[in-house]
């Protein structure tokens, strides 16, 4: 996961399985202070939520680039 590109100063990732526990999370793994992620341990088949925010009360664009997953629409009631 890798949260590049955007006008987002100081993105954050956070990976969540499909009963809202928080299981990875990163702030500045990426180049400068962009976020990124390489997850292990992930169930195939699974359902896990991806949430980028800011790591203060800024707002920005970002681009979320996932490689490897099988991507689906979010569940009703999650903003995009």
Do not use: C, H, K
Request: net charge negative.
């Amino acid at each position: 996961l890798d949260s590049g590109a955007g006008t987002l100063s100081d993105p954050r990732l956070e990976v969540y399985d499909a009963n809202g526990r928080l299981v990875a999370s990163d702030e500045d793994g990426g180049v400068g202070r962009d976020a990124s992620l390489q997850l292990s341990g992930i169930v195939a088949g699974g359902t896990y939520y991806i949430v980028v925010r800011s790591a203060g009360e800024a707002e920005g664009t970002y681009q979320l680039e996932v490689s490897g997953a099988q991507v689906g629409a979010p569940p009703e009631g999650w903003v995009v």
